[in-house]
């Protein structure tokens, strides 16, 4: 008897996320790299430019410690359209930093975060960058790990050389591309490594909470993942304790933008504010946003709540 050809083979959900979103057809191949600007959802750069602002003083701060190389370059991956380095440069113009935005390759079928191989002395940041790299799912069971593929819109388990201690039932994500990215890039020696990311420090709490595995289109929570393949963004909660270990403690982005100095901008902001609000320019107006902007920013169930690591 011979096998019928036409039946369809389950796909390994890495693999299946790999071409929802950038294979031909895919979520980011027709929507482009600025998919989420369209509205998908809001991310830190695009609340405003208070994010960038309080970025470039940690960046300032690096490069202080670096011996203020001139130039210093910068690269943004993932960066989409490009806010973050915008808001760096006009908040530190004297600065002689170099700006290079690196975003998927618009090939069919390609999911190349192109770096160079040496990026020795530079900065490389990525906000929310890694919870958009195809990720596998494994699930605890009874006599030992599954993982999840996809067939026909449908998912099927299967027994799996992965190993992680999951109680039965629950599932987890294991960031495979994601650890990935982040030894190539670091080994490529650059000066720091900042990623911006929601998450949580351990696989177990993300498998305990649940509710990490979501779809996003049109600014609002999709629908499951296999149901239209390509329509709707996939991303997960980042398992921080899956990639390299950082070399500064990990901490929650509230933190983060506390320690380069946050309040003082915004205290700045309202200042300037009072002094021009008789007749506010846009240079007040913007000054004036930075409340709400850092509202938004340190927001305890929200933005405030991701993840900074810096290598
Ligand atoms: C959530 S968006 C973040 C955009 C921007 N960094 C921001 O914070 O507004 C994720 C971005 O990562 C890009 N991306 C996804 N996979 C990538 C990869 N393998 N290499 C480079 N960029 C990638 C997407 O095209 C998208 O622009």
Redesign the pocket.
């Known amino acids: 008897m011979t096998a019928d050809r036409s039946e369809p083979q389950p796909e390994r959900f890495d693999r299946y996320m790999a071409r929802c979103?950038?294979g031909p057809g895919g979520f980011?191949a027709t929507r482009g790299?600025?998919?989420?600007?369209q509205g998908d959802f809001i991310?830190?750069?695009?609340v405003g430019p208070l994010f960038g602002a309080v970025v470039a003083e940690a960046i300032d701060g690096w490069w202080e410690e670096l011996g203020r190389p001139d130039p210093l370059p910068i690269y943004?991956?993932?960066?989409?359209?490009g806010?973050?380095a915008k808001s760096i440069a006009v908040a530190k113009p004297d600065r002689p930093w170099h700006y290079v935005g690196?975003?998927?390759v618009e090939t069919p079928g390609s999911?190349?975060?192109e770096l160079p191989e040496d990026l020795s002395g530079a900065v490389v940041l990525?906000?929310?960058?890694l919870?958009?790299?195809p990720f596998r799912i494994v699930e605890g069971g009874a006599d030992g790990l599954l993982e999840v593929f996809v067939v026909d819109g449908r998912e099927v388990l299967s027994p799996t050389e992965l190993v992680f201690d999951l109680p039965i039932g629950t599932r987890a994500p294991v960031l495979e591309a994601a650890d990935r990215?982040v030894r190539q890039t670091l080994a490529a020696a650059p000066a720091r490594l900042c990623l911006f990311d929601y998450g949580a420090p351990t696989t177990a709490e993300l498998a305990d909470r649940g509710g990490w595995l979501r779809t996003y289109r049109h600014h609002q929570r999709g629908r499951d993942p296999l149901v239209d393949p390509g329509s709707a963004d996939i991303t997960t909660d980042v398992a921080w304790d899956q990639l390299p270990t950082p070399t500064q403690p990990l901490v929650r982005q509230a933190e983060f933008l506390r320690r380069w100095g946050i309040e003082r901008l915004v205290d700045e902001g309202r200042q300037w504010w009072t002094e021009n609000a008789a007749a506010p320019d846009l240079t007040a107006l913007r000054m004036r946003s930075r409340i709400s902007e850092a509202e938004a920013l340190l927001e305890p169930s929200g933005l405030g709540d991701w993840w900074v690591a810096v290598w």
């Open positions: 979103l950038y980011y790299t600025a998919g989420r600007r991310t830190s750069p695009e943004d991956v993932g960066c989409g359209p806010t973050l690196v975003d998927v999911m190349l975060a990525a906000n929310e960058l919870d958009n790299l990215w």
